[in-house]
Nanobody, 130 residues
Framework: QVQLVESGGGSVQAGGSLRLSCAAS????????MAWFRQAPGKEREGVAS???????RYADSVKGRFTISKDHAKNTLYLQMNNLKPEDTAMYYC????????????????????????WGQGTQVTVSS
């Protein structure tokens, strides 16, 4: 069974940093398109960063230059390094993967569309105070 488990969330002041981790089990993360999403209260879930199977990257404009997505292939883990955090970054953060064999709509490299991903973690809360 494919599973994703996030960790690393917490509360920081504006300008601070956090690193989120997403441990994958049941499959090899390097073979799947993966991404980080976030959802703030009262808002829709939005794509933050994505990575494909050869480590090409894509970022939402709101986080470019501040966030870095990466994979540790040996540890089967996805990361999101978040620097210079702002209060508007406060949200529940989710990692997601697109497993082609489970997808009815197909996987697209570097997509930031929620509906392209079919495996989700439980989320980790990030709170940034001003």
């Amino acid at each position: 069974q494919v599973q994703l488990v996030e960790s690393g969330g917490g509360s920081v002041q504006a300008g601070g940093s956090l690193r989120l981790s997403c441990a994958a089990s049941g499959y090899i993360a390097s073979r799947y398109y993966m991404a980080w999403f976030r959802q703030a209260p009262g808002k829709e879930r939005e794509g933050v960063a994505s990575i494909d199977t050869v480590d090409n990257l894509r970022y939402a404009d709101s986080v470019k230059g501040r966030f870095t997505i990466s994979k540790d292939h040996a540890k089967n883990t996805l990361y999101l390094q978040m620097n210079n955090l702002k209060p508007e970054d406060t949200a529940m953060y989710y990692c997601a993967a697109c497993a082609a064999d489970l997808s009815a709509v197909g996987c697209v490299a570097l997509s930031l569309a929620e509906w392209r991903y079919n495996v989700w973690g439980q989320g980790t809360q990030v709170t940034v105070s001003s």
